[in-house]
């Protein structure tokens, strides 16, 4: 049984940083690409970031380029989104997703499989 489970958000003010992690299961973490999108109430889900397999590549959306640091560790099955300096756009829903295809820019719909998603909400 497929598991992805998203850790980490919560409440931050502006200019604040925050950590998310996603903890996979029940499919071979080490050969999946892993992105993070995210989607605020009334909008589309918004690419955020993609890591290669080997975690030796890494592309942004160009809303958080400089900001945020997408980031893996195969041996724990997880991956990670280190968010810096904060803005109340940022405020959204974030889902880690597991793509076996690549992109440097993918679409929602070549995600293979989805987490729950975890609230980030930062105050101005």
């Known amino acids: 049984q497929v598991q992805l489970v998203e850790s980490g958000g919560g409440l931050v003010q502006a200019g604040g940083s925050l950590t998310l992690s996603c903890v996979a299961s029940?499919?071979?973490?080490?050969?999946?690409?892993m992105a993070w999108f995210r989607q605020a109430p009334g909008k589309e889900r918004e690419f955020v970031a993609i890591i290669t397999y080997s975690g030796h590549a890494t592309w942004y959306g160009g809303s958080v380029k400089g900001r945020f640091t997408i980031s893996r560790d195969n041996a724990k099955n997880t991956e990670y989104l280190q968010m810096t300096n904060l803005e109340p756009e940022d405020t959204a829903a974030y889902y880690c997703g597991a793509l076996f295809g690549f992109s440097a820019n993918p679409t929602p719909e070549m995600v293979d499989h989805w987490g729950q998603g975890t609230q980030v909400t930062v105050s101005s």
């Open positions: 029940g499919f071979p973490f080490s050969t999946y690409n």
